[in-house]
């Protein structure tokens, strides 16, 4: 898995390319919570390439948004490929995280 | 058109991205779709990932042996470790309407193999798990 991070009105937009899997989730976890713990409230993630994802995965996602709910911060995603979206939905996660279409409508989710 | 082949793993986290590795070229031959590999990768991803986190009690090298088979519109898979007896079938299952902050992280794997998968059987046998999960694939998307 490969981790793109930029900035965006100061949303962290973190793109995901690759598997999401049990090798390379705590990759993901130790990137996230470091910028959480240096500060950073607003993430969005790019999902576009994506391709796998499985329950480790989703687990540091988990811990990410709960972590920031703590602080009243929000993590969003979007552009999910069809098979992944799916493991959110089976998982119940859709309705626990904003699952956008693109990277406009993640980016406008944070202005409310 | 039926196949079928063998391979152990040892009990390392790192054998994940082999396990990826060895369906994803056998589904190549099978000629599966891509949504039908997607669920079986994640399937064995989560129950190798069980067994090779939980089920031993020392720090030794141990086997896990999958072996994976296709005929008649149905995959096979087995799984057997000499780990201790563990029967992934009696997992609670997640409550997955709760809001995010009652949530838990654990069961979701188990949880998404009894989803993808058609039928799971568990068995203790000569001091081993053996774990079977079957896929139907006919009129597979």
Known sequence: MEAMESKINGIVVLGLKGKLDTSTAPQLQEKLFASITGGEKQFAIDCAQLEYISSAGLRVLLLAAKQLRNGSGKIVLYALKTHVKEVFDLAGFSAAFPLLNSQAEALLSFKN | ?141
């Open chain 2, 1 to 141: 058109m039926s196949a079928q082949v063998t391979v152990s793993f040892k009990n390392q986290l790192g054998e994940i991205e082999r396990l990826g590795q060895v369906v994803t070229e056998f589904a190549q031959c099978q000629h599966w779709s891509p949504q039908v590999l997607f669920e079986v990768n994640v399937s064995l991803e989560e129950i190798l990932t069980n067994v090779i986190s939980y089920a031993y009690e020392d720090d030794k090298e141990h086997e896990i042996v999958l072996r994976l088979s296709s005929a008649d519109g149905e995959i096979t898979a087995e799984v057997e470790d000499e780990g201790r007896p563990f029967n992934p079938l009696e997992v609670a299952e997640p409550d997955i309407n709760k809001p995010i902050e009652e949530r838990q992280v654990g069961g979701l794997g188990i949880y998404l193999v009894r989803k993808f998968m058609t039928d799971l059987t568990y068995e203790r046998r000569e001091e081993k798990n053996l774990l079977t999960l079957k896929k139907k694939i006919v009129n597979e998307r």
